[in-house]
T-cell receptor, first 113, second 114 residues
């Protein structure tokens, strides 16, 4: 089955700790994206990557970091510099340069205590 | 600056009736628009899209209309079914360096009553 997996589904961390969210896809997509969703708001783009070893900041990149060492994987690190990290995080992928839709993973709910 | 807006946070419709979800945008560079459906604690799933060279696109019960002069698009669901109850997001993308990058609206919660 092709798709996007995100793990874990729920994640709890203490304030001040860095945490890494996993995103893996086996759709052979070149482009991958990280979004954040807060209650009553749309999805806001954190980082995106059109190709391996390259990525760009989205609209709300402060306090986050990413890497893209493999085509299949695009992990997101939420650092202690992110002032309000509790949110629902969504990873997506698409064919690079395509006007086709982005495919989304099931999401990770991060709660910082 | 909210470039894509869905001004109705929620919509309630009777089963069998039409649901109309609206979306406005401000960026004239947007030339491709998509609608996504999302259930709680799940990722959004793609519903339908439309290019700016068209003013209508239809797929089964779902039709998207685009009015470029008004910078407005709408999603019509006919007939509405209880399983359509979800959050609906519109999204937009433009050409050039932002190719493939989507800007989402805030979402509209649709409730279809049996």
């Amino acid at each position: 089955d092709g798709g996007i997996t995100q793990s874990p589904k729920y994640l709890f961390r203490k304030e001040g700790q860095n945490v890494t969210l996993s995103c893996e896809q086996n759709l052979n997509h070149d482009a991958m994206y990280w979004y954040r969703q807060d209650p009553g708001q749309g999805l806001r783009l954190i980082y995106y990557s059109q190709i391996v070893n390259d990525f760009q900041k989205g609209d709300i990149a402060e306090g986050y970091s990413v890497s893209r060492e493999k085509k299949e994987s695009f992990p997101l690190t939420v650092t202690s510099a992110q002032k309000n990290p509790t949110a629902f995080y969504l990873c997506a992928s698409s064919y690079s340069g395509s006007r086709d839709e982005q495919f989304f993973g099931p999401g990770t709910r991060l709660t910082v205590l | 600056d909210q470039q894509v807006k869905q001004n109705s946070p929620s919509l309630s419709v009777q089963e069998g009736r039409i649901s109309i979800l609206n979306c406005d945008y401000t960026n004239s560079m947007f030339d491709y628009f998509l609608w996504y459906k999302k259930y709680p604690a799940e990722g959004p799933t793609f519903l339908i899209s439309i290019s700016s060279i068209k003013d209508k696109n239809e797929d089964g019960r779902f039709t998207v209309f685009l009015n470029k002069s008004a910078k407005h698009l709408s999603l019509h669901i006919v007939p509405s079914q209880p399983g359509d109850s979800a959050v609906y997001f519109c999204a937009a993308s433009g050409g050039g360096t932002s190719y493939g990058k989507l800007t989402f609206g805030q979402g509209t919660i649709l409730t279809v009553h049996p």
